[in-house]
């Protein structure tokens, strides 16, 4: 068995769900999902072993493509966050009913087997193929069933077709340019070039401007905050969960890698950037009155540290980047779902319209402060693991750079506790808050187990990542 | 040479059907023959060594041009499939257009297997004489013998032009025989009409081709002629004539001289920019197309600049451009089939009534902008890789912005189909339409899978 089986199974479930009709549909969905995820633990544990999982075949002849996929741990670790935030997904989507729900999962289950090949791909076309792929499903999940007036979700979510497509056309450029010195997309032979300073700097440009976008670093941010807003919450998790940890891996795996010396030269600027872009979101946080928009732009300020871990290039920025990537992937995915519980009863965003909530349902209280506080990084969740790791690497780098990127602590817990204490806090609200579902306590409690999991007891995930980031640290030093 | 005697053999059949009453039966019989015709074509691909027969120094029959002509054959496959339901109404005269579109594909492959100039000439002529009286043909429709007349008046005018160049060129050399022609080209000495006269042929194709700054025919003749000629048009033809430029430049001189590229660098430019930023405005559907068709012009210029290897590339964006625009047009022609105009607002609630050709709409709108896994992204990809190699790379990124901002028509319509809610109840839909669509959007995405399929053709 090879990392092939989880990307067909993924494909077949897709396919399925929208053959089973609308009213199987979640179902169907949520076993393929939880087939996905079993398999890759399986797959985890061959990888362990040392068995090799490795797929590689030939696809095209002209151009010179390879269905070439590898798993790392970088990538292993990546596909089981997509493998385990897909099934969460879904679960937490029973409680709503969607028009034409065989389609709806259809394209969840698509876009999930987009990221997962993104993530598994080592052959540039192959990857930028499913990098694109995974802009189409999230484009009409978006689309046709999100929420607020259907013009200005229009415009939003247009938006953000283009800017991402036109970041990633440049991206293309840089492969059409690679592939003809090479003949092939393989990233192992894009090391083996020798490319001048000039040519990496318009490479790694072209890179970034893809990922900026994707991630997104500002000032490429503009089409977030309204996207998340207007995007039915399974799009917004699939979106601020999944998808821009592909722009964050990508940088990993393919930016520095194949322009290191520009990523060297350029490094004050990115982490400069990315940690401008961790208080410029923090700030922003602040003054917001829509609750899925304060978390966008909470999502801002933290990926903008996870870009300055990686624009360290040393050992411990990119292992924190990485820690952080899957503890901001779990918590982000169950505080968008503690909003959209709330929808579910206020059938409101509005900050303001929120409150008094405790008083009504104390377990839903409690669940939801521990995720503010695993989002602020307490010690004792994985975000704090994530968090302290890019922190030190960037007090090696320069000690000015901590302190700036060191405001994501301060103001976060700022934003992320004053909202706690509109939402739920202060008198009784005068509407009754319904109480919470099974489903929705297991839900949180499977998000908030990981994270308690693995922030008092990191080392599983450090095992995995670790060798991956030596290896790419070679490269880069190459 | 066989494919094109047993093309007009079958136009010959089709104006006889009408005398012995056999109608009924000529659509079906049609697209059988075609059928043959295509297995023909591909046939003399695969003997090797028949396939350069020369046919009295007038047809070379090679894999180019095999290549070219089964893309033109499955074509009129299609077009001719659809003109069964579209001229449902005036059955007295289904065997007129359908003869017309059977010597319409005669002078096609005619113009991607000449050896002479004069071939070349007449089969553009039997190409644009049909074009003419097909853009006409709503005989009782204003718009349409306005369309018809203009493109007449236009296309003869370019044609003129040809001529002109090719007596020049005759003039120079004292042959119309390609193959002379070539081989005189590589020596010096050649007067200065010689040039001229490449350069007015090259006018008159670009012409045929709508690329800026000739291409203000393009909207107003798309949008007044019947919507199955002006699919015709933007998607045979100009693969036509694209196909027949690149072969007549590739065949005539040894490479284009710097000055000669970068006026097609600046035209490729100018094409994409002024069709896309055209099309964003438009309300009406023809003319958007029109207007996209002119970028993909654009684009196809490109293969231009790799004068000596780009015909696998050329080939395959035009399988790819055309097979979508196929597609598109399959689900066009049901839309508006009893409406009076073309506006997009038709297409509202599209996805809801009819989800299946709203998908193939979609999937041929996302090929076209250049979307993985559709053909239309490696089509472009190929241009670009291979734009890159000449190094104009500077076309390269103008092209990128222009993908960019294709995006933002295409996506008009789906957001049209797919937000908006439907005006109107889903009305009967004939199977050719679902079959047209489906197959041509299926074999956009085979190809976009297994490219060599298209570019092994060639190479």
């Known amino acids: 068995m090879d990392v092939t089986t989880i990307l067909i199974l993924l494909l077949v479930g897709a396919i399925a769900t929208y053959f089973s009709g609308d009213k199987l549909a979640s179902k169907v969905a949520l076993f393929f999902s939880v087939a996905t995820l079993g398999v890759s633990l399986y797959l985890l544990n061959e990888f362990s072993k040392g068995e090799t999982i490795n797929y590689l075949g030939e696809w095209m002849e002209y151009p010179k493509v390879y269905l070439a996929l590898q798993a790392d741990g970088l990538s292993m670790l990546m596909v089981l966050l997509t493998t385990a935030l897909t099934p969460i997904i879904i679960f937490s989507s029973l409680g709503n009913t969607y028009s034409n729900a065989k389609s709806f999962y259809a394209l969840v289950l698509f876009m999930s087997f987009a990221m997962t090949g993104t993530f598994l791909a080592v052959d540039g076309l192959l990857y930028y193929i499913f990098w694109e792929l995974a802009l189409i499903p999230i484009y009409f999940i978006a689309l046709i069933w999100g929420n607020g007036d259907a013009d200005k979700r229009k415009k939003a979510v247009v938006k953000f077709f283009i800017y991402t497509l036109a970041g990633s056309l440049f991206m293309l450029v840089a492969f059409a340019y690679l592939y003809q010195k090479t003949n092939n997309f393989l990233l192992g032979d894009f090391f083996n070039l020798r490319l001048s300073a000039t040519e990496q700097f318009w490479i790694f440009a072209a890179f970034f401007l893809a990922y900026a976008i994707k991630i997104p670093l500002i000032p490429f941010h503009t089409w977030q905050a309204k996207v998340y807003q207007k995007a039915p919450t399974v799009g917004t998790m699939l979106l601020s969960g999944i998808m821009l940890k592909m722009g964050l891996y990508s940088v990993i795996r393919w930016q520095i890698q194949i322009a290191p010396q520009a990523a060297k030269t350029l490094m004050p600027y990115l982490i400069g950037l990315s940690i401008a872009g961790v208080i410029y979101g923090s700030i922003i946080a602040l003054r917001q009155k829509d609750l899925k928009k304060l978390l966008a732009y909470s999502s801002l300020a933290h990926v903008g540290l996870i870009a300055a871990g990686c624009y360290t290039l040393t050992l411990d920025g990119l292992n924190g980047a990485v820690y952080q990537m899957i503890a901001h992937g779990f918590v982000i995915v169950g505080l968008f779902f503690v909003a959209e519980i709330i929808h579910r009863r206020y059938e409101t965003r509005e900050i303001s319209a929120m409150g008094g909530i405790r008083s009504q349902s104390p377990k839903f209280t409690s669940l939801f402060m521990i995720l503010v506080l695993a989002s602020v990084a307490l010690p004792g969740t994985y975000n704090f693991v994530g968090e302290f790791t890019v922190l030190y690497s960037l007090s090696q780098v320069n000690i000015w750079f901590a302190v700036f990127g060191g405001t994501t602590i301060i103001l976060g817990a700022y934003y992320m506790l004053k909202m706690f204490q509109n939402v739920m806090l202060g008198e009784t609200n005068t509407k009754v808050f319904a109480s919470i579902t099974t489903n929705e306590i297991i839900t949180l409690v499977i998000i908030i187990a990981f994270l308690l999991f693995f922030g008092l007891y990191p080392k599983p995930i450090t095992d995995l990542v670790n060798p991956a980031i030596k290896d790419i640290l070679i490269h880069i030093n190459r | ?459």
């Open chain 2, 1 to 459: 040479m066989q494919t094109l005697i047993a093309i007009s053999a079958l136009g010959v059949f089709c104006l006889l059907a009408e005398i012995f009453n056999l109608r009924k039966a000529l659509v079906p019989v049609t697209i059988v023959g075609l059928l043959a015709i295509l297995g023909i074509t591909l046939n003399l691909w695969s003997i090797d060594s028949s396939i350069d027969e020369q046919y009295k120094s007038m047809i070379v029959f090679d894999k180019f041009s095999a290549g070219f002509s089964s893309l033109f054959i499955i074509l009129t496959i299609f077009l001719i499939a659809l003109s069964h339901d579209v001229y449902k109404d005036h059955q007295t005269k289904i065997s007129d257009f359908i003869t017309i579109k059977v010597f319409l594909l005669a002078g096609a492959v005619a113009m991607v297997s000449f050896s002479n100039l004069s071939m070349f000439f007449i089969g553009i002529e039997i190409l644009s004489i049909a074009l003419y009286i097909l853009a006409a043909s709503k005989r009782l429709d204003l718009k349409s013998n306005e369309a018809g007349m203009k493109y007449f008046l236009m296309g003869s005018f370019a044609s003129g032009i040809i001529l002109f160049g090719i007596c020049l060129i005759y003039g120079a050399t004292g042959y119309f025989d390609v193959a002379e022609i070539y081989a005189l080209s590589q020596g010096a000495g050649l007067p200065i009409w010689f040039p001229i006269g490449i350069t007015l042929m090259i006018i008159g194709m670009l012409f045929k081709i709508a690329a800026v700054p000739f291409h203000f025919w393009a909207p107003d003749v798309y949008e007044g002629s019947p919507a199955i000629t002006t699919a015709l048009m933007s998607t045979l033809a100009k693969v036509v004539a694209m196909a027949t430029l690149y072969k007549l430049l590739s065949g005539l001189t040894v490479g284009l001289t710097y000055n000669f590229e970068i006026i097609i660098v600046i035209v490729s430019i100018a094409s994409m920019t002024v069709g896309n930023i055209m099309a964003l405005r438009q309300k009406n559907v023809k003319r958007m197309l029109a207007f996209s068709g002119i970028s993909h012009a654009g684009f196809m210029l490109m293969a231009l600049l790799s004068l000596t290897n780009a015909a696998s590339t050329l080939l395959y964006y035009t399988s790819a451009y055309a097979l979508a625009g196929m597609a598109s047009f399959a689900v066009i022609i049901y839309v508006t089939k009893n409406k009076d105009n073309e506006d997009i607002i038709n297409f509202n609630g599209l996805g809801k009534t009819n989800p299946l050709l709203a998908a193939v709409l979609t999937a041929s709108l996302l090929s076209m902008a250049g979307i993985p896994i559709f053909s239309g992204f490696f089509a472009k990809f190929m241009l670009f890789t291979q734009t890159i190699k000449a190094e104009y790379l500077v076309v390269v990124i103008a092209g990128v912005i222009n993908s960019i901002i294709s995006v933002g028509y295409y996506f008009k319509l789906i957001l049209a189909m797919y937000t908006k809610e439907a005006t109107e109840e889903k009305q009967a839909t004939p199977f050719v339409y679902y079959a047209v669509g489906v197959i041509s959007i299926v074999l956009n995405i085979i190809i976009g899978l297994y490219p060599s399929l298209v570019t092994n053709l060639i190479n």
